[in-house]
């Protein structure tokens, strides 16, 4: 725990009468401080997550469902809060209260706290420059109303948190590994297994990480005939690079930091063409009804091979098996039709990819050098100074001009500079006729901290 937030703890607690119960909960959670400063940390991040799958379940019935139809979610939230939170206080002179109390008053507060329509929570919701689950947006600002100080630890919480860098593809490493005798092929998956194969946990939440791009590869090719078109494939790597970047960041995600530090690392543009590549091999030889069995079977194969744990002495092969039950995809050679592994729902792709990619609440900031634009054009004089640059709508005038070398439109040196230096989506496409001019910028999200 660094100087800062013990400062930041150590200042009088300002409860408020809204939340009594959590601002006991947050009273007993810096109980801790005295003797195990270490442990504030995780344990204020595993009460905001149970807090916030509590509140999900106080909001369904606010809108009108029955305790019958709540009741599993209910109990399960309820266990775990009995097991995870309640019993580490079990001998406090002022108990941790029980959910059964705690769920009456997120019920009471959503009726009478809450000014914005429920339609409002039902969205991903921006925090610290963050896309985040609206509970868990939702728990966070309840911390600061039942204890105003927690606005500052939040936020120092926030800034320690690794930062995904949107990189260019590497898929042409995939390529060249593919065509060289014992390289390994899927070299992404093995950089974020290898280092925790003795590790169940680990390897469990970088499964994990990986399955929804997967997935959302196959239902991409499925909504499009199974010949998904570039634009389409780019909008959906966009989507997935902007969710990667959130798990990455955000620490109310249940796997822990050292993990996330590592998924950090990770090219996830060249994961989806990976992705997509093999998806256009299998169905090369297979019938389109099995791609996700055999799409599954081949991360899966790719995950336990020799690359990843060379002396077939780590948890893998158990965590698929036995923990995830996927063992079929393994050992099985009987497919499925639209398989879907267990301990997922199946994604549903709208016809309109682009409303996945809403990037004007999420702000990017460019990393690395910046882009030379003489690299990718030429410069080239004006045959007629009033034609207009696309890019500024004014003449071309007298001001430098380049022409681009992949379809040889021309545009302003400046224009080309602001635009391929640019982290807005299409940047580094030629505004004429989308024709790709350099690989994009390498990008990382704003932190708003």
């Known amino acids: ?34 003797d195990q400063p270490e442990a504030f940390e995780d344990r204020y991040l595993k009460f905001l997550r149970v807090y916030a799958d509590g509140l999900l379940v106080a909001l369904r019935q606010k809108k009108g469902e029955t305790m019958e139809a709540i009741a599993n979610d209910y109990n399960n939230t309820s266990l775990i809060w009995d097991n995870d939170l309640r019993s580490q206080y079990a ?16 019920i009471s507060n959503i009726r009478n706290w809450t000014v914005e329509p429920m339609e409002e929570w039902e969205g991903p919701k921006i925090l610290y420059g963050l896309r985040l689950h609206p509970m868990q947006a939702w728990a966070i600002e309840v911390m600061e109303v039942a204890n105003s100080k927690y606005a500052g630890v939040v936020q120092q919480i ?5 930062v995904y860098y949107d990189a260019p593809s590497n898929f042409d490493q995939y390529l060249q590994a593919g065509s060289t005798l014992g390289a390994d092929p899927f070299m992404e998956l093995t950089q974020a297994l290898r280092p925790f194969v003795h590790d169940k946990d680990a390897i469990f939440d970088v499964l994990d ?53 590592h998924l950090s690392t990770i090219n996830v543009r060249g ?15 297979r019938s389109s009804s099995y791609l996700g069995w055999y799409m599954h079977s081949w991360f899966l194969r790719s995950a336990t091979s020799d690359f990843v744990d060379p002396h077939h002495d780590g948890y893998i092969r158990y965590v698929i098996c036995e923990l995830r039950g996927w063992e079929r995809l393994l050992t099985d050679h009987d497919p499925v039709v639209d398989y879907v592994p267990n301990g997922f729902q199946p994604f549903r792709l709208g016809e309109q990819l682009e409303d996945l990619v809403d990037m004007e609440d999420v702000h990017f900031r460019p990393v690395g050098p910046p882009l030379n634009p003489l690299d990718y054009a030429d410069p080239v004089t004006a045959e007629d100074p009033q034609e207009i640059c ?22 302003h040196r400046e224009c080309l500079d602001s635009m ?15 024709q790709e001019i350099c690989s994009p910028r390498a990008k990382c999200a704003i932190l708003d901290l």
Request: one cysteine or more; charged letters at 20%; glycine letters at 2%.
């Open 420 to 434: 391929i230096n640019g982290v807005h989506a299409s940047s580094n496409r030629c505004p004429h006729d989308r």
């Open 1 to 34: 725990m660094t100087p800062e937030m013990m400062q930041t703890l150590a200042t009088p607690s300002l409860s408020r009468t809204t939340f009594p119960l959590v601002a006991l909960c947050l009273m007993h959670i810096e109980t801790c401080l005295d």
């Open 390 to 411: 696309v890019v500024c709508l004014t003449s071309f005038g007298v001001r430098p001009l380049l022409k681009l070398r992949p379809c040889l439109h021309v545009l």
């Open 271 to 285: 994961i989806l063409e990976m992705f997509c590549h093999e998806a256009k091999e299998i169905l090369r030889i």
């Open 91 to 106: 001998g406090a002179l002022n108990l941790f209260p029980d959910f059964g109390p705690i769920f009456q008053e997120m």
């Open 209 to 261: 990480a990986f399955m929804p791009p997967l997935m959302l590869t196959v239902e991409l090719f499925r909504i499009t005939d199974f010949e998904p078109p570039r634009a389409e494939v780019d909008c959906l790597t966009d989507f997935i690079v902007q969710c990667w970047s959130a798990i990455v960041s955000n620490p109310l995600q249940s796997s822990p930091m050292r993990v996330r530090q």
């Open 158 to 162: 926030f800034r320690k948190q690794p």
